[in-house]
């Protein structure tokens, strides 16, 4: 109905102008036909709006008042005006009319079919979910892509049990030009089972995020480019390998940032300096009830790799969990168009998901670290899906399908998909750092 409604607007106005140019250029005419393309418009919206079946009705609520308000006036000028006005209207007039309709049919119907509304999933354990979040700064180092020498500023986002209790810390890092909202559905879910869960934002490394100034940071333009060029094969492995460490520099670092903050305010009973926050009562509850003994890392593609990196330096982390990720740390050089990797057995319990479709021969060859890391860790699982793609391990497909199938997405039940992704999850980390239940992975090959 969505995309029903766009077109037929569409058309409503192409039909005005052509109507307008070829016969009725007489003012009076344009501003009763104005009048009446404009009702038809704002009832078109109103049906998509009302519908059941249309997702994020609040997005409308702007686009709808406003057509509302420029129906209104259209119909007042035509009333006031249809039988004083005179002479030929102007083709400027009728060009910025069809503009303005044109702007405000994106910015009232685009977000419906881009977007759905999305509350995350049914959660299976016994806990209400809360959140909150704070902006630690790290005066240690300043932000590389900034040029006013600021500081490294990390966003990090609670998700908790509303529960007294102590629950072991989950860490969280999202992919390339990501999102920390990007597995909504595993933080809910681990948060709902007694876990407090710490998503993470990596300052232009995200898609977007915000600075303590409340100014939006978007990706970084470069890091994009990157990205890409990487991903079509454009650059050579040497190049991807020196590209990829200065990447995992930047997010281990802001990594442990993170967790060693949490920890020293957990110890302290207070926030220190590091934290920028509206909410600090609250942040000071969900560490009361942290439990930083027992750590789990997880991460998806790039954050993946973040949490595994940290999984091989930090005593204090249990179990790492990496979803759909190259583990680009324990590439440890690159010679004579050979990779080398890090031989030391990964000394942490880590479970790495992943696409069947990796396996058909195609792969590039730095993803060949994972098989080995995994045969070499002290438990290291690993667990292929067969017909799905890289962002069906996050809930982009759940919020936003248009733009998951543009980054890689499976025709396929996305909620019955992330609900056995999270069940896993939660399976591993309570195992390793509850000591509760019997693994329901299999051991590697």
Known sequence: MTILAIVLILLAEAALVTLTFAKQRETAQWLRNRAVSRAVEFVLLLGVVLLPATFLKWRFTGALITLGVLLLIAALIWLIKRKKAAGRVKTGKVIGSVLLTVFM??????????FRNYNGLKTSGAYEVRSCSAILVDESRTDTFETDGSFREVP?????PDAEGSFPLIVFSHGAFGYYQSNYSTYAELASNGYVVAALDHPHHAFFSKDTDGRLIPVDAQFIGDAIDIENGVKSEADVYTVTREWMQLRTDDMNFVIDTIKTAKADG????????????????VL?????????????SMGGATAEALGRTRSDVGAVIILDGTMLSDLTGFENGVYTYNEAPYPVPVLDFGKKSDYDGSEQQYENVNDFVIRNARD???????????MDFTDLPLFSPFLASMLGSEKIDHAAFMNKVNGLV?????YYLKGKGTLNVPAAD
């Not at 990090?156 to 908790?160: G, N, R, S």
């Not at 009361?288 to 998806?300: C, P, S, Y």
């Not at 939660?426 to 309570?430: A, R």
């Open 105 to 114: 049919l994106g910015f009232a119907l685009v977000p419906a079919v881009v």
């Open 156 to 160: 990090a986002h609670f998700y908790y």
């Open 270 to 285: 207070a926030l220190g300096s590091a934290w920028h926050t509206e909410t600090a009562d609250e942040a000071l509850s």
């Open 288 to 300: 009361a009830r942290t439990d930083t003994d027992h750590i789990g890392l997880i991460g998806h």
């Open 380 to 390: 290291g699982r690993k667990v292929l899906f067969d017909g799905v793609a890289h």
């Open 426 to 430: 939660l399976n591993w980390f309570d």
